[in-house]
């Protein structure tokens, strides 16, 4: 895992709830904290730090971790707003992934592994996204999107009927768009 | 607080450093990136095919830059743009593939079109809202939103385009713009290793004169066509061998230049008059070999054939001169057995028949055909050894004086003893002529009857040797040596020019009038006398006769077997009062019987030769006739009573003295 995520995880958290929040969050996952975002570290670190999250707020892990996706997204765009201002809408956002966002990750963080989503856009109301990941960060991609739905001002609805933490074999994300 | 700040300022300065270290790792992985696009394009541009190197070049860019869709476009010299056919990710999109390859562009229309004039890349955002462009509508349907055009460059020409699409809309980017007008020059530089190759191969495979193939690839297109062949099918393939008739004329009359654009418009003709499938090569000279494949059995041949004929029906213009040629067509039909080289074969042998039968005709090959040139070319082939052995006999058949019977010269005739039997003169000098062995032959027909005739002048029994008349073949009237051959036979043996009397064929002239007659004028310095031969069979017009510097005309057997016809008659009346007039010696050939010999001293013709005399005869069975001078007085004047009394004999030299 690229420290860019700890980095933003750190962002979000002081944000929102001080300097203090974060140490007792490191102190809790039992993690020394030390991220800079082109270095890479154990993916069990973001794991203790999203559950010790889970555990400091008393909700469900999956739910932090879409917590901690929808608030990345707009400080993504903070950060890289190119990747947004091409687009008008999540959908051609969302579209965007594979060819041009995932390779530019790949340019700034040699070495990301960068997942790779199949698409079915057949449908003009809705999306459906493939997910394949030995991370199974399904609920962080959903976090991403619904953050995207903040960032383009779209109300969407989100759910998997197919999931990997269920016993699948990929995830599927189905997102509806709502006019 | 001040804690707070002060770790406020260490974030952001930690996040600085960061930002600055993505910044350069990033223009590291970009910089990277355009090498590697430019090794693979560099290594794609290596590729054995332009089409091989298009395709990894398209995939090459398409995946460096996550685009969707990559087409080559080639600009063709006549200034038109058409696609390759070269697709990348054209499996997505099939509809604007098809409204693609219907396109025809130039300079200056569409994105490619656009591309040629600015000579570099164009980024085209958003391409689908241009509705000036012709394929706006299919990229609209097919969500095609970004394209970029660049240019594939040989020197400073725009050679080709190559178009990438992507359904997402991207902003401009200048780099990659620059790096792409290089990925064009380096493929440029593929495109021009591989034009001079292809020309290269074009001139290994095809005539310069006509640009067709010539018989490299006229044997492979056989070869292929060969291997097509079932043996069930209905359909045939057949090789026609094509050669025009009387074509040296015109080249040698004309120039090569004239001669050059006359195969030009026959190669024009000939392609109009086939299917567009059928291969049309050129062998050399005004030899064509045309291959047409899936042919309706005979009828399919024929038609061909026909259309063939017919197409050189009009007349040729050259230089503002209007000339008639003919095609004489050989045909075969290919088994899988035979080689490409094998049915050329026995495409010419069919056309050498069909060439024999006149001008203009058709003849298709059969076996027959093939055993009989297997046995002409064994004959060659003996005639060869003969030529070289001691096979050949030269005959001598007594030229006679009508009015009183004296034996005046004696025809050289060449014999073949082959296995202790004679072959027929008729069945080897057409060979000998054709095969050029004649030439060799004839010379020493030449020396032998010189020897033979210095034998006779050393016999005291002889009183009055005769004149030796010898054979020349248009073969051997072209044969720069033949002059240094007469002279050398004849000084060798001590024999005097006006001794010997050389007969050619009316034909040595119909070839080439010019050289023929210069030859016979050189002859004729030297001090020997001609003969025209076979006089009345050719086509030689009277004017031709005017100039051919003869002393003496040979009437045709033909003509004297034929005498008491009225008709012939006739005609050998205006022969023989011809070459009185002209001041040359008629000499009757072919004399039989005795009414023969009494119509043609009626008619005043004054030297004959022939079986009722005598036939062609070893020197050695001759010697006794020369050696009795009244051998044939009974006959001229006895039997048949003579219409006129016999004249004093003519000697030699007289009789065929010019009376001018």
Known sequence: ?179 | MRLERRLARERAARREAEVISERSTRRLVDEQERLLLLRTVGRAANEETLERALAHTLATICRHGSWALGHAWRLHPDGELRSTGEWVGAERFPAFREATEALTLRAGVGLPGRVVNHRGAIWLRDFSAVLTLPRAEAAAAAGLRTAIGFPIMSGSDVVGVIELFTPRILPRDAELLELLDQVGTELGRSIERQQSEERLRHQATHDALTGLPNRVMIRDALHRAISRLRREDDECTAVLFVDLDGFKAVNDTLGHVAGDAILKDVAARLRTSLRPHDTLGRLSGDEFVIVCESLASEHGITTITERITDAMRPPFEVEDELFSLTASIGVTVARPEREPEELIAEADTAMYRAKQSGRGHTEVYSEDLGSRLRRRNELERALRGAAAGDELRVHYQPEVDLRGGRIVGVEALVRWERHGAMVMPVEFIPLAEESGLIVGIGGWVLEEAARQAQRWRADPEIATPPWTSVNLSVRQLADPELLRRVADSLSAYGGHPSELLLEVTESVILEDVDAGLAVLAELRALGTSIAIDDFGTGYASLSYLRRFPASAVKIDRSFIAALDDPRTLAIVTAMVELAHALGLTPIAEGIETAQQLATLRELGCDLGQGYYFAQPLPADELAPLLRDPDQFAALVTGGVAPVAPPVAVHAPRRALARRR
């Open chain 1, 1 to 179: 895992m690229k420290g860019i995520i700890f980095n933003l995880l750190e962002e979000i958290v002081v944000r929102d709830h001080g300097e203090d929040a974060w140490d007792l969050l490191l102190d809790r996952a039992g993690v020394d904290g030390i991220y800079t975002s082109l270095g890479s570290y154990a993916d069990a670190d973001l794991g203790a730090l999203m559950n010790a999250t889970a555990e400091t707020v008393g909700q469900p892990t999956d739910d932090a971790v879409r917590w901690f996706g929808r608030n990345t997204t707009p400080l993504l765009r903070v950060r890289y707003p190119d990747f947004f201002t091409w687009h008008t809408d999540v959908r051609g956002f969302v579209l965007s992934v594979n060819e041009i966002i995932h390779p530019e990750v790949r340019k700034l963080y040699p070495g990301a592994g960068t997942p790779s989503f199949g698409f079915d856009d057949s449908h003009p109301d809705r999306l459906v996204l493939d997910y394949r990941s030995e991370r199974r960060l399904c609920m962080f991609a959903e976090g991403l999107l619904l953050g995207a739905g903040d960032v383009y001002a779209e109300e969407l609805s989100i759910h998997q009927p197919v999931c990997m933490r269920r016993g699948d074999d990929r995830c599927q994300i189905e997102i509806s768009f709502k006019r």
